[in-house]
C-alpha cells in the first residue's frame, strides 16, 4: 500500500526552524520531494533529493536555509528548515517518484501525501 504521511509542520516566528517528515511506503522510490502551496499561489518545487546517489537539488528561495535527507533505513524524507521567513508560509507536500526524472517537475511524481502546514509570523 502505498502512503506518504508528513508531519512536523507548525507555527513559528520569523527566523525560527521547523524539521518536516515524511514517511513513504509502497515502493523502492527513485526520487522524493518536497513541494508547496500557500493560498492563491500555484503549487512550487522547493526540494529533492534522487535516492541513489543521494543528489539533492533546492529552489533558489530556500537554498542555504533548507536541508533535504533522506533515512533509508527508516523509509523517511525530511526537511530541515531554518531562518524562516513569512514567504515561506505554505501548506508542503511530500512527494513521491518511481522513475525519477527532473525534480522540479511535479509531474514526474506519482504519490503525493496529504500535507502539512507551515506558517511564520513577523
Known amino acids: 500500500q502505498v502512503q506518504l504521511v508528513e508531519s512536523g509542520g507548525g507555527s513559528v516566528q520569523a527566523g525560527g526552524s521547523l524539521r518536516l517528515s515524511c514517511v513513504a511506503s509502497g515502493y523502492d522510490y527513485l526520487l522524493m520531494g518536497w513541494f508547496r502551496q500557500a493560498p492563491g499561489r500555484e503549487r512550487e518545487k522547493v526540494a529533492a533529493?534522487?535516492?541513489?546517489?543521494?543528489?539533492?537539488a533546492y529552489a533558489d528561495s530556500v537554498k542555504g536555509r533548507f536541508t533535504v535527507s533522506r533515512d533509508n533505513a527508516k523509509n523517511t524524507l525530511y526537511l530541515q528548515m531554518s531562518s524562516l521567513k513569512p514567504e515561506d508560509t505554505a501548506m508542503y507536500y511530500c512527494a513521491a517518484s518511481i522513475d525519477g526524472g527532473a525534480w522540479e517537475r511535479a509531474t514526474n511524481y506519482n504519490y503525493w501525501g496529504q500535507g502539512t502546514q507551515v506558517t511564520v509570523s513577523s
Open positions: 533529493i534522487y535516492i541513489r546517489g543521494s543528489y539533492t
